[in-house]
Nanobody, 118 residues
Protein backbone atom coordinates (compact mmCIF):
# COMPACT_ATOMS: atom_id res chain seq x y z
CA UNK A 1 0.00 0.00 0.00
CA UNK A 2 1.24 3.47 -0.87
CA UNK A 3 -0.07 6.99 -0.40
CA UNK A 4 0.59 9.54 -3.12
CA UNK A 5 0.13 13.20 -2.27
CA UNK A 6 -0.16 16.01 -4.79
CA UNK A 7 -1.27 19.60 -5.14
CA UNK A 8 1.45 21.61 -3.43
CA UNK A 9 3.07 24.66 -4.90
CA UNK A 10 3.64 28.36 -4.42
CA UNK A 11 0.74 30.54 -3.37
CA UNK A 12 0.37 34.21 -2.46
CA UNK A 13 -0.81 35.06 1.03
CA UNK A 14 -4.57 35.18 1.08
CA UNK A 15 -4.82 32.58 -1.62
CA UNK A 16 -6.03 29.02 -1.50
CA UNK A 17 -4.81 25.53 -2.22
CA UNK A 18 -6.12 22.03 -2.57
CA UNK A 19 -4.14 18.93 -1.73
CA UNK A 20 -5.00 15.38 -2.68
CA UNK A 21 -3.76 12.04 -1.46
CA UNK A 22 -4.65 8.69 -2.98
CA UNK A 23 -4.02 5.22 -1.62
CA UNK A 24 -2.97 2.51 -4.01
CA UNK A 25 -2.43 -1.18 -3.52
CA UNK A 26 -4.39 -3.99 -1.96
CA UNK A 27 -6.29 -2.88 1.12
CA UNK A 28 -9.46 -3.77 2.94
CA UNK A 29 -10.40 -0.53 4.66
CA UNK A 30 -9.09 2.93 5.38
CA UNK A 31 -9.69 4.16 8.88
CA UNK A 32 -8.62 7.67 9.99
CA UNK A 33 -7.06 9.87 7.32
CA UNK A 34 -4.93 12.82 8.34
CA UNK A 35 -2.97 15.72 6.97
CA UNK A 36 0.18 16.73 8.80
CA UNK A 37 2.67 19.44 8.04
CA UNK A 38 6.23 20.20 8.94
CA UNK A 39 7.63 23.69 8.65
CA UNK A 40 11.38 24.30 8.47
CA UNK A 41 12.95 23.84 11.87
CA UNK A 42 9.70 22.72 13.46
CA UNK A 43 8.14 19.44 14.47
CA UNK A 44 5.56 17.75 12.34
CA UNK A 45 2.06 18.74 13.44
CA UNK A 46 -1.41 17.42 12.79
CA UNK A 47 -3.39 19.78 10.58
CA UNK A 48 -6.66 17.90 10.14
CA UNK A 49 -8.18 14.48 10.63
CA UNK A 50 -11.21 12.75 9.20
CA UNK A 51 -12.46 9.46 10.58
CA UNK A 52 -14.06 6.71 8.53
CA UNK A 53 -17.43 7.93 9.79
CA UNK A 54 -16.74 11.43 8.54
CA UNK A 55 -15.96 13.18 11.81
CA UNK A 56 -13.36 15.89 11.46
CA UNK A 57 -10.87 17.67 13.68
CA UNK A 58 -8.65 20.62 12.93
CA UNK A 59 -5.64 22.27 14.45
CA UNK A 60 -6.45 25.61 16.00
CA UNK A 61 -4.09 27.29 13.55
CA UNK A 62 -6.19 26.25 10.53
CA UNK A 63 -9.70 25.93 11.95
CA UNK A 64 -12.10 27.94 9.85
CA UNK A 65 -9.64 28.05 6.94
CA UNK A 66 -9.27 24.35 6.19
CA UNK A 67 -11.61 21.60 5.07
CA UNK A 68 -10.67 17.96 5.05
CA UNK A 69 -12.74 15.49 3.08
CA UNK A 70 -12.49 11.95 1.80
CA UNK A 71 -13.79 9.81 -1.01
CA UNK A 72 -13.65 6.19 0.01
CA UNK A 73 -14.53 4.96 -3.46
CA UNK A 74 -11.42 6.69 -4.75
CA UNK A 75 -9.39 5.85 -1.62
CA UNK A 76 -8.58 9.52 -1.37
CA UNK A 77 -8.35 12.30 1.17
CA UNK A 78 -8.34 16.00 0.36
CA UNK A 79 -7.36 19.20 2.11
CA UNK A 80 -8.63 22.56 1.00
CA UNK A 81 -7.26 25.68 2.63
CA UNK A 82 -8.03 29.34 2.08
CA UNK A 83 -6.81 32.65 3.47
CA UNK A 84 -3.32 31.22 3.41
CA UNK A 85 -0.62 32.81 5.54
CA UNK A 86 3.16 32.66 5.25
CA UNK A 87 3.17 30.53 8.40
CA UNK A 88 1.27 27.85 6.47
CA UNK A 89 4.47 27.24 4.53
CA UNK A 90 5.46 23.63 5.13
CA UNK A 91 5.75 20.19 3.66
CA UNK A 92 2.31 18.62 3.92
CA UNK A 93 1.99 14.90 4.48
CA UNK A 94 -1.02 12.66 4.28
CA UNK A 95 -1.29 9.76 6.68
CA UNK A 96 -3.83 7.00 6.93
CA UNK A 97 -4.52 4.00 9.12
CA UNK A 98 -5.12 1.22 6.64
CA UNK A 99 -6.38 -2.28 7.10
CA UNK A 100 -4.72 -4.80 4.81
CA UNK A 101 -5.25 -8.53 4.76
CA UNK A 102 -3.64 -9.25 8.06
CA UNK A 103 -2.90 -6.03 9.88
CA UNK A 104 -3.64 -2.38 10.51
CA UNK A 105 -0.78 -0.05 9.72
CA UNK A 106 -0.02 3.64 9.58
CA UNK A 107 0.97 4.74 6.09
CA UNK A 108 2.50 8.06 5.05
CA UNK A 109 2.58 9.89 1.77
CA UNK A 110 5.81 11.37 0.46
CA UNK A 111 4.96 14.98 1.29
CA UNK A 112 4.14 17.92 -0.90
CA UNK A 113 5.63 21.38 -0.40
CA UNK A 114 3.42 24.40 0.05
CA UNK A 115 5.08 27.81 0.00
CA UNK A 116 3.04 30.88 0.89
CA UNK A 117 4.64 34.19 0.06
CA UNK A 118 3.67 37.53 1.53
Amino acid sequence: VQLQASGGGSVQAGGSLSLSCVATGSLREIMDMDWYRQAPGKQRELVARITNSGDTNYADSVRGRATISRDDAKKAVYLAMNSLKPEDTAVYYCQADIVTQDRVGAYWGQGTLVTVSS
